[in-house]
């Protein structure tokens, strides 16, 4: 069975100061792996998606960067944050047997002060 | 130009009744429609999902009503529990996953 894990769970971090959420994959080669961003009560927000290792695309700009150093793992990053950051960070994946399906992991919650 | 509407943006119902939650779309290349529901605290999950070329589908107590020529489908939610408060996301797809704005649902006992 495939499992999505996602680091930290929650983390509290200065406006202006550097981020990296993390995100592994086991039990799956190859997926299409996407970011989330979510406004406390608000929709689903794709920020990035990355079909094969080293390849990224933006879909939004958010002073955000992504990036897919192996097969089953997905980083986002910046190195200055800003208020607007705040929310809740959801990776994802697709490629099973229904190709559509998307597979979020439990997400992290990223308070900036 | 938000492509995936959902209302409403809350809903209350006693245990027992039957909730109704209802999306719109506007791109008709869209043919793929999952609902997601979304506990406070943890990713969305995939709870039900239908395709263009149906009109209804049914999963124990969820069911989607499907109409294609006026670009709406609904979630009919019957026999309601508290466990089923959550927030419900409808998307659509056309090789991309568009959201709507979700719809919050709460269960009173």
């Known amino acids: 069975a495939q499992t999505i894990h996602q680091w930290p769970v929650a983390e509290i971090k200065a406006v202006g100061s550097p981020l990296s959420l993390g995100c592994t994959i086991k039990g799956k080669s190859s997926p299409n792996l996407y970011w989330y961003w979510q406004a406390t009560g608000g929709t689903l927000q794709q920020l990035f998606y990355s079909i094969t290792v080293g390849q990224v695309e933006s879909v939004v700009q958010l002073n955000l960067s992504a990036s897919r150093p192996k097969d089953d793992q997905f980083i986002l990053s910046t190195e200055k944050l800003l208020l607007s950051h705040s929310g809740f960070y959801l990776c994802a994946w697709t490629g099973g047997t229904s190709a559509e399906t998307l597979y979020f992991g439990s997400g992290t919650r990223l308070t900036v002060l | 130009q938000q492509q995936v509407r959902q209302s409403p943006q809350s809903l209350t119902v006693w245990e027992g009744e039957t909730a109704i939650l209802n999306c719109s779309y506007e791109d008709s290349t869209f043919n793929y429609f999952p609902w997601y529901q979304q506990f406070p605290g943890e990713g969305p999950a995939l709870l039900i999902s239908?395709?263009?070329?149906?009109d209804k589908k049914e999963d124990g107590r969820f069911t989607i009503f499907f109409n294609k020529r006026e670009k709406k489908l609904s979630l009919h939610i019957t026999d309601s529990q508290p466990g089923d408060s959550a927030t419900y996301f409808c998307a659509a797809s056309d090789a991309k996953l568009t959201f709507g704005g979700g719809t919050r649902l709460t269960v009173r006992p």
């Open positions: 239908i395709r263009s070329v149906s």
